[in-house]
């Protein structure tokens, strides 16, 4: 025993400097001045603060739990405390440094503003230094505790911090949906403050977060479980009512939360119909596409040329008549690029895919298609779609438009995935030969998986070209492929589900933290790092999925989560 | 599966050559499979039996000769024709698709025998159901056949060695073979393992009425289960015939130990 606590020293001091060094560099890439007027609860807790100790806390939870076996209540506390001390000793080390050196031309954002608020309130830069350790160290036995609890509670507590969190961002966007109808005025009136949640509200939604958590994961109450033990004829009713609800939702939803939010949510859907696309591709046919935002462009562009009634007005058409166009056109330039690269894996289909993203922007952009396409003007005075005299006029209205393509494509892609197309896609991705051998027709296989993709892009870029009413290059950079390669990344590889998921986290989220733009990158960087280090699988696993869809449970099974809490 | 015969042999393979660049890796090599027999093709490693196999299924296009499938030439048909026509195969290091369960490796490899296209699945066709509930019964029956009821569900990867054998096989037979090829199927098996695969591959005859091709190390399977036995050295044919003739053979007995025992064996039989 003593000598596994003498040996842990190390990781103490490994897991304190790595904490140290990113509460410095969270500092010093100036997130916590950025995101100072960022309240999560009233006059209390803003964005900046949870910034700065975030890394305190995390480091200070696997420390402990690194040292889980030893099951000692004092160990946990004293490793969280150490490593938060260490933590506290790193950005009291900054104050020091900076009292005495001009840190300014190197670290332009060691700003008299940033120093202020790790000053905490305090004059002396004694008792500064003193309240940072201690205030490090209270997070880190906290993180230190954290580890001790039992998963089941630790994940309640987890999400309740999240869906206060996420609240608290909200309450900007929210405070405004809530003053505009009176008779739900008093309650936005409840949870929010002037900035950020009321106490009230960060009690209701910590409350709530940790009994849902605490539902889902409860055995006897788990809502899969329960449905899956019911007969068939009444589990299909469960899911039909809970779709249906889920749906009228869906609809109503626009309308409760105005023009803005819905703005936002309509650039989400977009790019959760191109996640399903691109998931058929990568996910199922596992076809690494690094230029998937081509298809996006020809479906957008189809639609601007055929409909805009501007400089570059051709043919005049309605949304309608140019939608199927655009999708079919985009299913051939997937044909067209799977042909060449039927023969690649890989890296090697990575970097073709990519050029050809290249290709297609450039094109756009080029003086020679400038008479037909506007160049780097793009094309302007697109037509909103309309259909029996209602207009797609504004957000909340592109809003439908919007929803009708992700059901009809979700659908589709539901669909493939559990008949023999699917099953052709996810053995080629598994084996290319063997599945071969087993009397899968590679080419045709591949082109429907490019086909399938491209198609749902094209949609994707159409409804995107209605909604703004004019496009223009820039739209259709590498980063769009990115992003939903990302987003595929994040929600879990090759799931329906994990597909929204990470398009709320990856594109909803930036939209609503307007002060986030700088941090985009970097948060995706960080995020893509830590799903690979930690879940791997992605938020909502596929495999997961298929285990909810089994018609009767196996009797050795052993509970998931047992062996992985050995492992730990 | 009694089909009308074209050929007396179901497979027939004709001066059959293989070369990569100046390497031959089966020279000019003819054998006959009898409908329902259970033909093995052994050789020291590196004798080219892999290579043979792969020739067979498509993978490698032949550099000479021909190869017959009932009488009808298949040589530079495409794997996943070739397949469709009949033959199926199971891999030496085993190729389940490892993130698919057992019962899904299993229904494709019904594949060739299903007709739903992308139309069909999305309209979700009363024919596209039928043929998936046929393909779903199928399939369990055949996990049944090879003993994996129960694990229908498990990810190929998470089942143990043996079991991983038996689906591979399960999955070769979905596609409704007239032959089966099986490339070491008892490798790397325990004794009792392997009596078992044994058995199991005969019943395959006698139950499914299957043609077998086994490419087999182990020599107490081999000359147990047979009926004909071809050898292999350096890609060519040093021996064929029934186990007896193969085992008292001095160029067998001199490819597998090397000339001295070849000669001390003669010298013992004279």
Known sequence: MDKEIKFSWQDIIKYGVIGGIVALYVVLIGMVVTFKERYIIAETVNLGQIALFSPTFILAYFAANNARKLKSLIYAIVVGALVGAIVGVFVAALLVLASHVNMREVFLNVSPELLKILHFGQESLKGASLVIVGLNLIVGLVGGLFALAPRRWSNALLVGAALVTLMGILQELMSITFGTKDWYKPLGEFIYAKKGLSWGGTILFFVLGMLFSLWRSSPGLHPGARVAKLPPKQQQGVRIVSFLLGLAILVWLPKFLGSYPSEILTTVGIYVIMGLGLNIVVGFAGLLDLGYVAFFAIGAYTVGILTTTGKLATVGWNFWMALPVAIFLATMAGVILGIPVLKMRGDYLAIVTLGFGEIIRILVLSDWLKPYIGGAQGILQIPKPEILGYEFKGPQQIYYLVLIGILLVGYIAWRLRDARVGRAWKAMREDEDVAEAMGIHLVSTKLMAFATGAAFAGLSGAIFAAKLGSIFPHSFNLIVSINVLSLIIVGGIGSLPGVVVGALILVGLPELLREFADYRMLFYGALLVAMMLVKPEGFVPEKTHARELREQPLEPEVAPEAPAREAL | ?270
Not at chain 2, 20 to 35: N, R, T
Not at chain 2, 97 to 108: I, K, S
Not at chain 2, 147 to 175: C, D, F, W
């Open chain 2, 1 to 270: 599966m009694a089909e009308k015969r074209h050929s007396e042999y179901i497979l027939e393979t004709i001066h059959v050559t293989k070369q990569f660049g100046g390497l031959v890796a089966v020279k000019d090599l003819s054998i006959q499979v009898p409908h329902q027999s259970i033909y093995s093709v052994i050789g020291p490693n590196g004798a080219g039996k892999t290579t043979f196999f792969n020739c067979i299924t498509g993978f490698y296009k032949v550099t000479e000769g021909d190869i017959l499938l009932d009488g009808e030439s298949i040589a530079g048909l495409r794997p996943d024709i070739i397949v469709k026509k009949g033959i199926s195969r199971t891999y030496q290091n085993i190729r389940l698709f490892q993130n698919l369960t057992a019962l899904e490796n299993v229904m494709v490899g019904h594949h060739p025998r299903m007709k739903a296209g992308w139309l069909g699945a999305v309209l979700n066709t009363p024919a596209t159901r039928q043929e998936e509930a046929a393909t779903r019964k199928l399939a369990m029956e055949l996990l049944e056949f090879v003993g994996l009821k129960g694990v229908e569900h498990e990810l190929a990867t998470n089942l143990p060695y043996g079991m991983q054998r038996r689906l591979e096989i399960a999955r070769a037979l979905a596609s409704e073979p007239k032959l089966l090829l099986l490339d070491e199927p008892t490798a790397g098996m325990n004794p009792s393992e392997t009596e078992e695969m044994t058995a199991f591959i005969d019943n395959l005859r006698k139950e499914m009425g299957i043609t077998v091709l086994l490419i087999e190390h182990d020599m107490r399977v081999v000359m147990s289960i047979s009926d004909t036995i071809t050898v292999l050295d350096y890609g060519e044919k040093i021996a064929e015939g029934k186990p007896e003739e193969v085992r008292a053979n001095p160029r067998v007995i001199e490819a597998y130990l090397g000339r001295g025992a070849a000669t001390q064996h003669e010298a013992k039989a004279a």
